[in-house]
Nanobody, 125 residues
Framework: QVQLLESGGGLVQTGGSLRLSCAASGRTISYYPMAWFRQAPGKEREFVAGFNWRGESTNYADSVKGRFTMSGDDVKNTVYLQMNSLKPEDTAVYYC??????????????????WGKGTLVAVSS
């Protein structure tokens, strides 16, 4: 059974940084699409970053390019989202997600099969 567990969220001031973690069990992150999504209050869940397999370059939403970096640790079977230069509009619940092996483009929430429970990121102005 696939399980994803996010951690690392919290409250941070504008311009600050956070690193989110997503520990995966039941599958190896290297061989499956892995992604981060976020959902702000009253808004739809949106794509943040993702890769179709670990050897592929990571895709990013335009709103986070240059500020967020997604990476993975094969030994820990964990993916990370390093978030720098945070803005109030980055405030949301951040979710880790995965699905079956395939090439996803463009990325959408409906493309994903398994989800973590999310971790809250709040950026104060």
């Amino acid at each position: 059974q696939v399980q994803l567990l996010e951690s690392g969220g919290g409250l941070v001031q504008t311009g600050g940084s956070l690193r989110l973690s997503c520990a995966a069990s039941g599958r190896t992150i290297s061989y499956y699409p892995m992604a981060w999504f976020r959902q702000a209050p009253g808004k739809e869940r949106e794509f943040v970053a993702g890769f179709n397999w670990r050897g592929e370059s990571t895709n990013y939403a335009d709103s986070v390019k240059g500020r967020f970096t997604m990476s993975g640790d094969d030994v820990k079977n964990t993916v990370y989202l390093q978030m720098n230069s945070l803005k109030p509009e980055d405030t949301a619940v951040y979710y880790c997600a995965t699905t079956y092996p395939r090439t996803i483009t463009p990325w959408g929430a409906n493309d994903m099969t398994y989800w973590g429970k999310g971790t809250l990121v709040a950026v104060s102005s």
